[in-house]
């Protein structure tokens, strides 16, 4: 019976250790698996900002364009505000009897 014990303990070590690497082996995997997913999300979260940055520098470029844009109808505004002082003077002075027709 003594050479029996040792194959009886090496039987029922080797059952034990099957259920516990079984297991942890799934675990692992189920780790890696999980790492891969987050890999993947990471990239794709780097795609995305670096298109949003491009969002932002296209709306800081528009920002500034429509600025200029204000800048220049303003400009615009002004002197045409100025031709309409003009004319209305003009005419006034044309209906004011200023002019010796």
């Known amino acids: 019976m003594a050479a029996s014990e040792p194959n009886k303990i090496w039987g029922v ?3 034990i ?3 516990a690497i079984v297991p942890l082996a799934g675990w692992v995997i189920k780790i890696e698996v999980g790492n ?3 890999d993947v999300q ?3 979260l780097g795609v995305s900002a670096a298109r949003v940055q491009e969002l932002d520098t296209r709306v800081q ?3 500034i364009l ?3 844009m204000e800048e220049k109808l303003d400009a615009a505004n002004r002197r ?3 031709i309409h002082d003009e004319i209305r003077n003009l005419n006034r002075d044309d209906h004011g009897g200023n002019n010796p027709k």
Request: charged share 25%; proline share 0%; glycine share 4%.
């Open 13 to 15: 070590s080797k059952d």
């Open 17 to 19: 250790l099957t259920l």
């Open 36 to 38: 891969a997913q987050r």
């Open 42 to 44: 990471i990239q794709n």
């Open 61 to 63: 470029q528009n920002a």
């Open 66 to 68: 429509m600025a200029r």
């Open 80 to 82: 045409l505000d100025g």
